[in-house]
T-cell receptor
C-alpha cells in the first residue's frame, strides 16, 4: 500500500460546483496533515493544514479522520482559478513530508 | 520578504556527468529540504538539512548528496547522472525542525539528462 494515496482524477467540473477530494495514508503514526496546491510547472504552495476538528478557510474545508486514516478537501463554489493539482501531504515524525501524487481539478466556464 | 530561491532554473547534462543545484532558504529559516518530482510521479523526499547537519535522507542512492552552508543555503549534488534523474528538483525551507512547520517551496530546477 502506498504511503499516501489519492484519486488522480482528473475532476472536470463547471464553475460554481462543489467538489471533494479524498486521501488515505498508511502510517498511523503520522502527526500532521496538509493540502498543497500545485499549478502546472510551478512549485507546490500550502493551501491549508488539516486538523482533527476540521477546519475551514473560505470556500475550502478540510477534514481528518484519524481512525480511518483518511483526509478530505471540499471546495465549494468552484472558480476557474481553482484549476490545479491538489496534493495531500502527511508528516511523520523524524522524516519529512510524504506527498500523494495529486488530484487534478479542471474548472470550466 | 524574499521567498526560497533556486538556481539554475534549467540544467541540461549528459549521462555520467555531475549536476550541482543550489537553494537559498527564506531568511530566518534553518531547515532545508530537497525533493525530486519526476514526470508521472509525486514529490519524492531526497534530503533534509538543518543547522548544517543532514537530518534524514530518502530512498535514493548515495550519488545524491548535498550540504548546507553556515548561511543555511544548500547545495544538491547528483553524480554519475542517469537518464531517469531527469526531473524537477524542488527545495523547501522551514523555520525549524518541528515537522509541523509549514514548508515553503522554491520554483525548482528542471534537470534534463540526455
Amino acid at each position: 500500500r502506498k504511503e499516501v494515496e489519492q484519486d488522480p482524477g482528473p475532476f472536470n467540473v463547471p464553475e460554481g460546483a462543489t467538489v471533494a477530494f479524498n486521501c488515505t495514508y498508511s502510517n498511523s503514526a503520522s502527526q500532521s496533515f496538509f493540502w498543497y496546491r500545485q499549478d502546472c510547472r510551478k512549485e507546490p504552495k500550502l493551501l491549508m493544514s488539516v486538523y482533527s476538528s476540521g477546519n475551514e478557510d473560505g470556500r475550502f474545508t478540510a477534514q481528518l479522520n484519524r481512525a480511518s486514516q483518511y483526509i478530505s478537501l471540499l471546495i465549494r463554489d468552484s472558480k476557474l482559478s481553482d484549476s490545479a493539482t491538489y496534493l495531500c501531504v502527511v508528516n511523520q515524525a523524524g522524516t519529512a513530508l510524504i506527498f500523494g501524487k495529486g488530484t487534478t481539478l479542471s474548472v470550466s466556464s | 520578504e524574499a521567498g526560497v530561491t533556486q538556481s539554475p532554473t534549467h540544467l541540461i547534462k549528459t549521462r555520467g556527468q555531475q549536476a550541482t543545484l543550489r537553494c537559498s532558504p527564506i531568511s530566518g529559516h534553518t531547515s532545508v529540504y530537497w525533493y525530486q518530482q519526476a514526470l508521472g510521479l509525486g514529490l519524492q523526499f531526497l534530503l533534509w538539512y538543518d543547522e548544517g547537519e543532514e537530518r534524514n535522507r530518502g530512498n535514493f542512492p548515495p550519488r545524491f548528496s548535498g550540504r548546507q552552508f553556515p548561511n543555511y543555503s544548500s547545495e544538491l549534488n547528483v553524480n554519475a547522472l542517469e537518464l531517469e534523474d531527469s526531473a524537477l528538483y524542488l527545495c523547501a525551507s522551514s523555520p525549524g525542525t518541528t515537522l509541523t512547520d509549514t514548508q515553503y517551496f522554491g520554483p525548482g530546477t528542471r534537470l534534463t539528462v540526455l
